[in-house]
């Protein structure tokens, strides 16, 4: 196996390079309150950990996951991979190492996966399978998988590549291509790009929230790291368009927050009140308490009082007449 794989330098690659560090020096020049940038940073991670479970099948969505239980699978693989994305913007580390990859799959993988398998390298030789059950690619045999990582590993914390975004997803690229683990390399792999990014002063206040891209296109996602290794030129397109569209998006999130309202201030569940009542145009108490199961009445009425204090919404009626609109 070739660590690095090979590339093309194309003007598309080039141009794409260009989009992403002009994003990047937006976002990374513009001021913006803390509590603001924590709230969107928050938002952000939360989307990133539900597309890549999406990915890997999940079917959750957005508006179901605070209803959920913590110990339904579905919320559990998504908070899993929550946490390893706080791992990784809380660590800064200047370099990954083997112990960093099994600590991300341990984080990523528990409860999901035995515990015999939980942090440690595929043992087993394991076919890869698409979607109709056919075998379209064999990784290398386990005695080989520590040798690779390593190689892998020293690549990913050198300069030899000096463009960052390149690193990141041909490292990624080469990483899917071990395959390290028995289940779980796909999470972790899309966490060693955002890694390696973060590692290098290109994550972006922590909203680069690529796995939603990935999620959108996942057949093309999949169809590019099926491509043969001999030459990774139309992954590298794909991935660094992928990065770029991201970090517009991220870019104007951050312009927008320049001159924040009164919403952008808000605790989570009070700013999910305030979309919910906002997009269902008028709601009762009871039908917001359904979206709230976990949360006492006491509370979300406290909530529903603080948000008619700063004329975020109006509450029209009386008793059990009122209702609540924006």
């Given at each position: ?50 597309y ?30 929550l ?87 041909l ?8 395959h ?27 909203i ?22 001999k ?82 919404i ?13």
């Amino acid at each position: 196996m070739i660590i690095p794989p090979k590339y093309r330098l194309t003007p598309k690659i080039s141009e794409l390079l260009s989009s992403i560090e002009a994003s990047r020096q937006v976002i990374e020049s513009v001021s913006i309150p803390p509590e603001v940038e924590t709230n969107i940073r928050r938002q952000s991670t939360l989307k990133s950990s539900l597309y890549s479970a999406r990915i890997e099948g999940n079917t959750l969505v957005l508006d179901e996951f605070n209803n959920l239980s913590s110990h339904d699978k579905d919320k559990l693989e998504v908070l899993n991979i929550l946490k390893a994305l706080n791992w990784i913007h809380a660590g800064k580390k200047k370099n990954i190492t083997l112990t960093d990859i099994l600590t991300l799959h341990k984080i990523t993988m528990v409860k999901s996966i035995d515990s015999e398998n939980l942090g440690k390298f595929r043992k087993n030789m394991e076919a890869i399978f698409n979607s109709a059950g056919i075998a379209i690619y064999m990784p290398p045999p386990p005695r080989f998988v520590t040798g690779l990582m390593q190689k892998l590993l020293r690549y990913a914390g050198s300069s030899r590549e000096k463009f960052v975004p390149i690193r990141a997803c041909l490292a990624h690229y080469t990483f899917e291509k071990i395959h390290p683990f028995l289940d779980g390399s796909g999470r972790v792999g899309r966490l060693f790009i955002q890694q390696i990014l973060s590692m290098n002063d290109y994550e972006m206040k922590g909203i680069l929230s690529l796995e939603e891209y990935l999620d959108n296109h996942r057949s093309e996602y999949y169809r590019m790291l099926e491509e043969p290794e001999k030459d990774a030129t139309d992954y590298l397109e794909f991935m660094l368009e992928a990065i770029a569209e991201t970090a517009e998006k991220a870019k104007n999130i951050v312009l927008d927050k320049q001159k924040p309202q009164a919403e952008d201030f808000l605790l989570p569940r009070r700013a999910e009140i305030l979309r919910l009542v906002r997009e269902q145009k008028m709601m009762n108490f009871d039908q917001i308490k359904r979206r709230f199961v976990k949360v006492n009445e006491r509370t979300l009425r406290y909530d529903l009082k603080k948000l008619q204090d700063q004329g975020l919404i109006k509450k029209l009626g009386t008793t059990r007449g009122v209702y609540y609109q924006i």
